[in-house]
């Protein structure tokens, strides 16, 4: 045997490269955890979402049945006290689950929205001249069309500044 150390080839590191290397991943940790904790900062959020609307998936059917029960009391042509009441009933409960109405004179009619009850002759530039019924969304999700009359979007314009309505 020999007092020789042996040789371990490109194995062998000096207590100068293990430092180097130390520095340097230290170096690149620093550098990532600003970036990591953003994207899971991003990450948390969009799984938030995610959970509330599959919530809100697992609603569907309670919601589809209130919807449908709403549809019939706007339908009504009468409406009495009664229908009033249970009207603002069903939509005080869609609106504590997260769902909104939507639809105004003067909005561009779009036909993912918009039901077309009737329309204005010559209706260029198509916005909603009036509301029959308002629609009812949650997030990007139409569950019920607006019923609309469509008109031109110059005519509805001319007809809110004079301060009448069709």
Do not use: C, W
């Not at 062998?12 to 690149?28: D, Q």
């Not at 003067?106 to 260029?124: R, T």
């Not at 308002?134 to 509805?156: E, H, P």
């Amino acid at each position: 045997m020999t007092d020789e150390q042996p040789d371990l080839g490109p194995v062998a590191l000096t207590t100068e490269h293990i430092a180097e290397l130390t520095e340097h991943m230290n170096r690149l940790a620093a550098a990532a955890v600003p970036l990591l904790s953003d994207t899971h900062q991003k990450t948390q959020h969009r799984v938030r979402q995610l959970e509330q609307r599959l919530h809100l998936r697992q609603e569907r059917p309670t919601v589809m049945k209130m919807a449908s029960l709403l549809t019939s009391v706007q339908r009504m042509g009468n409406r009495e006290e009664l229908g009033t009441h249970v009207e603002e009933g069903l939509l005080n409960i869609l609106f504590g689950l997260g769902y909104e109405q939507f639809a105004d004179v003067g909005d561009p009619f779009d036909s993912a929205e918009h039901e077309v009850l009737e329309a204005q002759e010559g209706a260029q530039d198509p916005v909603v001249a009036q509301v029959h019924a308002k629609g009812l969304r949650a997030f990007d999700d139409v569950i019920i069309r607006a019923r609309v009359t469509v008109g031109s979007g110059q005519a509805v314009g001319q007809q809110q500044e004079n301060g009448t309505s069709t």
